[in-house]
């Protein structure tokens, strides 16, 4: 099965994104999008499977970068 | 991965038999480009469409244009697309300019690169070739805007 997923990220309407998947993505997972990381909050079916394909949408969040400050 | 192996694993070629994924194949040449590089210009004539082999590429609108301010139009992101995916495909469909300019995001992406009146003269000699793209076309335009809509909702009508 290849997963075609629709992503969007919370306090990001720019950065909205589509890719085919190999795996189903699970809540929890990082996903690298160009330069960006966001991690996934959910997963729904966008629309009912065709052939090998499902449709998914999933809504992430961006993963904040921790930045080590001085001693 | 092949080019073959790429076309069959992209929705725009679902339901081809092998052997004519194969001629597509045939017809596609291989791109790679780096971050920042611009692949297609909006307003631009448009001769090709792009699957997206490996990487990650950008499709940005111009707007708020003001025409009497020189300079380039602010470009606003649309969406980024990923592995699979294809763009330059509404030239197929009604050979107008580019409607968006698409940036390349992630370095070493490779794209495959198939000339608009190459796979329209394959489209004319095979018509089940033609049935299913154009089907395919139409179910992807369908899910970018459910795509679009999702995002409108989540930010409140601003996507």
Redesign the interface.
Known sequence: M?Y?V?Y?I?GR????????LNTLPSVGDQVK???ETVEVTEVIE??PP????G?L?V?CQPVQETTQTGP | MSVISLLQRSELFAGLQPEQIEQIAALGQDVVCQTGDIIIKENDPSDEMYVIRDGMVEVLVSHGVVTDVPGPPKLAPLVRLGQGQFFGEMALVDRGARSATVRCVQNDTVLTLIPRQAFWSLCESDHHIGYVVMRNIAADLSFKLRHRNLRARLSGGRA
């Not at chain 1, 309407?13 to 085919?20: F, H, K, R, Y």
């Not at chain 1, 065709?50 to 394909?53: E, I, L, P, S, V």
């Open positions: 290849i075609k629709s969007c919370v309407p720019d950065l909205g994104a589509i890719a085919n999008l160009g330069d966008l629309i065709r052939g090998d394909f449709y949408h809504t």
